[in-house]
């Protein structure tokens, strides 16, 4: 996290003190970098170079509307999943035309609605998918832009429960499958194939599965061509990872890492090596690697205790805020706002809620805390508040986006009345 140092013994976002945020706004509380999030985006947008593209945000990782303005303006088109997030994405004033729509249960009223506003693309994501778009277009009497979601069989070796692209997941169709639909839209006067689109997986940290998608979707692309498609793209979805456990390490005067796994540099070249013969534009849908590490999530210590062998520390934020540790064991730096003893324990660190699993960390080294001491939990811009919850009765928390010295409010937190009214 590169947003962030210790100046002495201080932890900094930018250039504001994190637990002078602490105190003015109390925690649990989100804090996001704005100099971050530009940058991550500028990041993969130079390395297109003169590449016809578009940065299609995937915005069920973080779907703040300062941060989608923010995208927005700096040229990302969007990956939605929900007519909610197709209204997010043109409320933060993202084009139709760059907006592309993913999801194996989209409802009719949502289809309706994309084709009514003319999205760049409704992906398919199974045949029957395809005939209740077609029919809906029919009856609307307009074309659809469609686009085949490949399930190209690829393993991209992470958690079971963010890897989407193996035959079996339930996303997509197979590459067999996609032959038949370019066949049959081509005699279909209600839906074009404008495109073709995969997204493998989340928390892709190697080169290699997204080597073998490239030239699985370019081979593909060029069969709808030759059908006589007038295909405009090729979107190879989001997925790119980061290594969590290299966001900062607690030193005096430390200064947070690149902590993106894979260099776009790298990456985006090799697709626009692989699909450039066909001459369309390329997508790509990054969420996490946008704003990951933009934000952490800010929690005080409650509580101390020990139980049999096992330090616990309680913190006020638990699976409510933030529930990748619980879902799938995640990864999480966990760093004192103000270093005070540089002596380390050992000790799981859990939430406050109703639950075994409401944990951020298991066993983890970290400093000695106290009673009222406030913790960062690290790399927590991406699904971090997008999952949060009101389980147990539990508002949820603050947003703040930091900006050199200046602070601003981008989400009120929610009072108890809010919740009681909903
Ligand atoms: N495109 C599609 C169609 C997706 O389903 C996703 C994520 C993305 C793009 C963005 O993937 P990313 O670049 O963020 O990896 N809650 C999990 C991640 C679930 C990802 C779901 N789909 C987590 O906290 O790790």
Redesign the pocket.
Known sequence: MQCLHYDKTTLYMENVALSELANEFGTPLYAYSFKQLISNYKRFDDAFGDYPHTICY?L??NSNPTILRMLAKSGAGA?VVSGGELFFALESGIKPEKIVF?GVGKRDIDIEAAIKIGIRGINVESEMEYEVISDIASRLNRVAPVSLRINPDIDIHGHPY?A?GRHGDKFGITTDAALTLIDRIKSDDYCDLVGLHA?IG??IKEIKPYESLASTMASLAKKAIDTGHRLEYIDL????GLDYERALTVDINAKGDDDLSLDPSEVIPKFIDAVKDTGVHLMI?????LVANAGVLITEVLYLKKTGETNIIIVDAGMTELI?PSL?S?YHGIVPLEIRDADTMVADVVGPICESGDFFAREREIQHVGRGDCLAVLTTG??GYS?ASNYNARPKSIELLVRGQRVKVIRERQSLEDLWNE
Not at 237 to 240: E, L, Q, R, T, V
Request: hydrophobic share 35%.
């Open positions: 995937a069920k990782a990956d993913a963010i989407t997204h989340s928390q979805g989001g997925g790119f849908e990054p969420g996490r690697a990748r799938y995640a991406a699904y999952l």
